[in-house]
């Protein structure tokens, strides 16, 4: 009984604070924090990354996003799918989505761009309760346990939801600007009986800016980018750049908590340094993130990303490009 105590006081604090997984590489495969990249390269493209978090600690966290999208030119629009699953060792706790994905261009100037986009998604989280044991299920004269129980605070396995998200996005050359609403209709996301959770909005601001110095040409050039978020009472700022070489690319961003809920909490909560290097249609990328706070021998955290391209290969990491 007092496992699942435990396990119910954990459900709400994590499910009444739930907070969207975040990917450092988010301007290397833009489609993980905006939609209206869905078909912004005017061909077919797809790409995945995947992200461990704290791997020498007893709560690791794995996540991965993965994508597939494609440009209508009879449309106008861009159309795609993408997955996204999220899982933590230490509580078996384990989310699933999937969502579609429609962008629409409107072309304002020859070279700036409004995309407007819709993201329709059906989600489903789970915990694995099956070796839970309650007390009703215990004998304890015969020491037989039962497979069923009538225990009031049985919690459920798993439940399924529908979500819905917007994005607006702004491109002028390879630089642009986001914003993107995540959870518009709150959808419940209780594990306990009966319970209600609404899932808070996920609110994001992000772009990616060409500084008017080493661009020669289109596959060399200096970025500055950043993603500001906000759920609920937590916030985070990313920021920094990258600079882009030909077939290569390094940046380094700093993770912050600008307004601090907490006096002892750190504003500067990791350095993160990111290479990636463009072969063909193929972009790899690859960061770790140096933790600044007291958290101890976490073993970091870092991403893997791997994305294609149709047609025309670009060496441009996050830049789109409109060959049409």
């Known amino acids: 009984m007092r496992k699942l105590i435990f396990i119910i006081i954990l459900l709400n604090f994590k499910l009444s604070f739930a907070q969207d997984p975040i990917f450092t590489q988010f301007f290397v495969i833009p489609e993980t924090v905006n939609t209206g990249f869905t078909g912004a390269y005017g061909n077919t493209k797809a790409g995945i990354i995947h992200r461990v978090q704290w791997p020498k600690l007893n709560f690791s966290i794995n996540t991965q996003f993965a994508y597939v999208d494609n440009w209508f030119e009879e449309l106008n629009s861009g159309l795609g799918i993408s997955i996204l699953n999220h899982k933590e060792t230490h509580t078996r706790y384990n989310l699933t989505q999937f969502n579609l994905?429609?962008?629409?261009?409107?072309?304002?100037?020859?070279?700036?761009?409004?995309?407007?986009?819709?993201?329709?998604?059906?989600?489903?989280?789970?915990?694995?309760?099956?070796?839970?044991?309650?007390?009703?299920?215990?004998?304890?004269?015969?020491?037989?346990i039962s497979n069923t129980t009538i225990d009031p605070s049985i919690v459920q396995d798993n439940i399924t939801y529908f979500d819905f998200s917007s994005?607006?996005?702004?491109?002028?050359?390879?630089?642009?600007?986001?914003?993107?609403?995540?959870?518009?209709?709150?959808?419940?996301?209780?594990?306990?009986?009966?319970?209600?959770?609404?899932?808070?909005?996920?609110?994001?601001?992000?772009?990616?800016?060409?500084?008017?110095?080493?661009?020669?040409?289109?596959?060399?050039?200096?970025?500055?980018?950043?993603?500001?978020?906000?759920?609920?009472?937590?916030?985070?700022?990313?920021?920094?750049?990258h600079y882009q070489q030909d077939w290569f690319t390094f940046g380094l961003l700093a993770a912050t908590n600008p307004i601090k809920n907490n006096p002892e909490s750190h504003f500067l909560t990791s350095i993160n340094a990111i290479a990636g290097i463009a072969w063909e249609n193929f972009r790899f990328g690859y960061s770790y993130s140096f933790n600044m706070s007291d958290i101890g021998r976490d073993g970091g955290?870092?991403?893997?990303?791997?994305?294609?391209?149709?047609?025309?290969?670009s060496n441009c990491f996050g830049c789109p490009k409109y060959p049409k």
């Open 101 to 144: 994905n429609y962008a629409y261009e409107v072309q304002i100037t020859d070279r700036f761009y409004f995309m407007p986009s819709i993201s329709i998604g059906m989600g489903g989280k789970d915990f694995g309760f099956q070796n839970i044991l309650l007390e009703d299920q215990i004998n304890p004269f015969s020491g037989l």
């Open 167 to 241: 994005s607006l996005l702004f491109m002028y050359d390879r630089s642009w600007f986001g914003l993107t609403i995540k959870h518009l209709n709150r959808p419940n996301i209780s594990l306990l009986y009966q319970g209600n959770v609404p899932l808070d909005m996920f609110m994001s601001l992000h772009g990616s800016l060409e500084l008017p110095i080493f661009n020669s040409n289109d596959n060399k050039g200096l970025f500055v980018v950043f993603n500001g978020m906000r759920q609920s009472e937590y916030n985070r700022l990313d920021f920094g750049a």
């Open 301 to 313: 955290v870092y991403e893997l990303s791997v994305s294609w391209q149709g047609g025309d290969k």
